[in-house]
């Protein structure tokens, strides 16, 4: 008689191994039994990977914490004994996620970071003691969460990357501007338009954005990881700081150099209308740079069709808002020429050269290391 693993219990434990994770075995079959499948899931390389719970009990707690490490498998073990596993390994500083259906599991369970009970063969009390409830009964399912929770938290990042970088240059803009007397860059209207449409509408289809290639061949992110760490802050820096010297510089050449069109003159009207164009145009297209950590031409827009429409129709209404007489005088702006127009574009993309700069920066770094 036999009770095989699921057959796919094998890749998702090797996807796991992949993605940083140790997959520990906790049971009350023998030692030898439990070593036996714990090396057809690969989870058991060597004998002295396995543990039994008696040569648990003769263990202190710092003989553990010193070994817990390289034990794999512990056989024969009381609810106690899961606790001082569970315990020892936070103690490591990892986070801990346990599995279990039976009575005995659940003070494992509370223990844990992460208690995850069976839907299926789970009884009420371990569900009661649980984080979470695995409907399936399935490890391979405990994985795809994983990865899942791993997307999620960089579209977490990537839209606190798209919204700060905006938002923090649209204050600096305005006050230097002001500070320089060059006075007010923006109407209020024309700053809620950007926040509401040229920011709002790409920003809500980030969220939707699939999770990146090898994102399970990662390493764990650390437990204390602020959602800053690793260059966050600086990149969303670089990018407000230029999204400030572009803005500025199309509202100061749009406000006092005449000689940039020959039919339009330079005006305090035409100079708000090329910065508000600037601005908006900018960060509807820094949308796609913040998407990916590779180029922005090695990712296909098919991945995210809702980012691209919504983007597409960002640039669509504030175009038409800019060209059309009636929504002219709503938001504040007035007709350019066609050289204001070709400034409003040019300057409109060099936060997407800048970030190919930033990118080739960190995958350089990367390689070295």
Not at 272 to 291: D, G
Request: proline content about 4%.
């Amino acid at each position: 008689m036999i009770d095989p693993p699921r057959p796919e219990s094998k890749g998702a434990i090797a996807r796991a191994k992949k993605a940083g994770i140790k997959t520990v075995m906790i049971t009350g079959d023998h030692v030898v039994t439990a070593g036996a499948i714990a090396k057809e899931l690969g989870i058991l390389q060597d004998k002295s990977e396995a543990l039994t719970g008696s040569e648990l009990q003769q263990m202190s707690d710092e003989e553990l914490d010193q070994r817990v490490k390289s034990l794999s498998v512990y056989a024969r073990v009381t609810p106690e004994d899961k606790i001082r596993i569970v315990k020892s390994w936070q103690r490591t500083g990892a986070v801990v996620a346990m599995t279990g259906d039976g009575v005995n599991d659940a003070p494992a369970l509370k223990a844990s970071d992460v208690g995850c009970a069976m839907g299926i063969t789970g009884t009420d009390v371990a569900q009661g003691a649980a984080d979470m409830i695995l409907t399936d009964d399935n490890f391979a399912t405990i994985v795809d969460a994983v990865a899942q929770g791993r997307a999620v938290y960089r579209n977490i990042r990537k839209a606190v990357n798209f919204l700060l970088s905006c938002n923090i240059s649209e204050i600096f803009i305005v006050l230097i501007a002001m500070l320089l007397g060059w006075g007010a860059p923006f109407t209020a209207v024309q700053l809620l338009f950007v926040n509401v449409v040229a920011d709002g509408l790409p920003g809500f289809a980030l969220g939707k954005e699939p999770a990146e290639a090898g994102i399970m061949d990662e390493a764990p992110i650390p437990r204390n990881e602020g959602i800053f760490a690793r260059g966050l802050w600086q990149k969303i820096g670089i990018n407000a700081f230029v999204f400030t010297v572009i803005t500025l510089f199309g509202f100061y050449l749009g406000a006092n150099v005449d000689s940039v069109s020959y039919f339009f003159d330079a005006s305090y009207e035409v100079g708000q209308t090329v910065a508000f164009l600037i601005l908006a145009y900018s960060s509807i297209l820094h949308v796609f740079n913040v998407r990916s950590t590779q180029s922005i031409f090695r990712v296909k827009l098919a991945t995210n069709k809702s980012l691209f429409e919504m983007a597409v129709l960002a640039v669509i209404i504030t175009t038409v808002i800019a060209l059309l007489p009636f929504t002219q005088d709503l938001f504040g702006l007035v007709p350019i020429g066609m050289n204001h127009w070709l400034l409003v574009f040019g300057l409109s993309i060099v936060p997407i050269f800048v970030n190919e700069m930033i990118k080739f920066h960190y995958s350089s770094e990367e390689e070295e290391d």
